[in-house]
């Protein structure tokens, strides 16, 4: 009998551990201060090594950086940036203010959205949201910028404007970095 009561609690499945929910992105780098709101809550003190979910929102302070490994892109914020994952249907992220860098190799990036605009492509850019325009430089690969009903392409080296109510300015070359002085 002790036998066969062994047997069956071999064969019963272990109780599951309790798991946290899985996470959209995980925060590689926090640098200074860098806060997070889930999902509404109040803002509290990012972890590296967290995990951000939809429906939560990640900012950092004037002086702060964060860096979010999605498992095909990364998205490091500059300082004094917000960024949202809305809780909608067709997953995006929203900067609400601040500074993206944006890569994707290989796939498609998350669309990026601001009030102004949606940017889309693949490998390297620069998401910039001051006011009440947009700013988006390609550094490599190639990205879409729609605002309103227009869109424009951005080869690497180029980069548009988009203000409210706007389509997006023509694409214009990027002024070359400064060689000296740095």
Do not use: H, N
Not at 77 to 92: K, Q, Y
Not at 111 to 126: F, L
């Amino acid at each position: 009998l002790a036998r066969g009561a062994l047997v069956v609690l071999l064969a019963a499945p272990a109780a599951a551990p309790a798991q946290d929910p899985l996470g959209l992105a995980r925060l590689s780098l926090v640098e200074r201060k860098v806060e997070l709101s889930k999902k509404g809550a109040t803002w509290q003190a990012a972890v590296e090594g967290g995990p951000l979910q939809i429906g939560e929102a990640l900012r950092t302070s004037p002086d702060g950086v964060a860096r979010l490994e999605l498992p095909w892109m990364a998205l490091t914020l500059g300082p004094g940036s917000t960024l949202r994952f809305p809780d909608a249907f067709l997953l995006s992220a929203s900067l609400e203010s601040g500074r993206a860098l944006v890569e994707a190799q290989g796939r498609d990036a998350l669309k990026i959205v601001t009030a102004e605009a949606e940017v889309r492509g693949q490998s390297r850019a620069v998401v910039r949201r001051q006011g009440r325009e947009t700013l988006v430089t390609c550094l490599a690969g190639r990205f879409y910028v729609q605002g309103g009903e227009t869109a424009v392409t951005l080869a690497p080296g180029r980069g548009t404007v988009v203000r409210t109510g706007r389509a997006p300015s023509a694409p214009e070359d990027v002024p070359a970095a400064p060689a000296k002085g740095l």
